[in-house]
T-cell receptor, first 113, second 114 residues
Framework: SQTIHQWPATLVQPVGSPLSLECTVEGTSNPNLYWYRQAAGRGLQLLFYSVGIGQISSEVPQNLSASRPQDRQFILSSKKLLLSDSGFYLC????????????FGPGTRLTVL | AQSVTQLGSHVSVSEGALVLLRCNYSSSVPPYLFWYVQYPNQGLQLLLKYTTGATLVKGINGFEAEFKKSETSFHLTKPSAHMSDAAEYFCAVSDYQGAQKLVFGQGTRLTINP
């Protein structure tokens, strides 16, 4: 069966510090991968998605970036965090089949102070 | 562009009462529609989805939703609320092409009163 992992689960970082959040998927190959952010009192916003290794599409201009160094690994990064980067970050995966479901990871709670 | 509107950011019902969470969508192509549930500090779990075929979709935990194209709606219902249903519910739409990105509504927080 497929499993999606995210770490860390919780992170508190000062403004201006770097960020690296990791997401890995087990039990499948060549998944579509997605990063979403859920800010306090707001819905889920798609940040990045990837349909293959090295293929990253950005949905929202910001100081975040994403990379996919391996087939089942998706990394969200920042060189300098802003207060507005605080939120709950969710990674998701799905197969390439159009009718398939996006499955979400447990999330990372990021607080920028 | 696709969009989703969930009517009511907070809904409160009594235990055993009908649950109705409203979702309207906008899409220029035939949509795929989803309802997800989120418990505090957890990821999202799929309740049900509509892609093609039967417009009344049954999901987990006794929930169901009906796709009404003429009303561009996909409301979520459950005949009898249980305390464990207290959570946040998100409606989402995607298209069937490309990366099938999900566009979410703002969410509805469901509270169950004893």
């Amino acid at each position: 069966s497929q499993t999606i992992h995210q770490w860390p689960a919780t992170l508190v970082q000062p403004v201006g510090s770097p960020l690296s959040l990791e997401c890995t998927v087990e039990g499948t190959s060549n998944p579509n991968l997605y990063w979403y952010r859920q800010a306090a009192g707001r819905g889920l916003q798609l940040l990045f998605y990837s349909v293959g290794i090295g293929q990253i599409s950005s949905e929202v201009p910001q100081n975040l970036s994403a990379s996919r160094p391996q087939d089942r690994q998706f990394i969200l990064s920042s060189k300098k965090l802003l207060l507005s980067d605080s939120g709950f970050y969710l990674c998701a995966w799905k197969t390439g089949a159009s009718t398939d479901t996006q499955y979400f990871g447990p999330g990372t709670r990021l607080t920028v102070l | 562009a696709q969009s989703v509107t969930q009517l009511g950011s907070h809904v409160s019902v009594s235990e055993g009462a009908l649950v109705l969470l409203r979702c309207n969508y906008s899409s220029s192509v035939p949509p795929y529609l989803f309802w997800y549930v989120q418990y505090p500090n957890q990821g999202l779990q799929l309740l049900l989805k509509y892609t093609t075929g039967a417009t009344l979709v049954k999901g987990i935990n006794g929930f169901e939703a009906e796709f009404k194209k003429s009303e561009t709606s996909f409301h979520l219902t459950k005949p009898s609320a249980h305390m464990s249903d207290a959570a946040e519910y998100f409606c989402a739409v995607s298209d069937y092409q490309g990366a099938q990105k999900l566009v979410f509504g703002q969410g509805t927080r469901l509270t169950i009163n004893p």
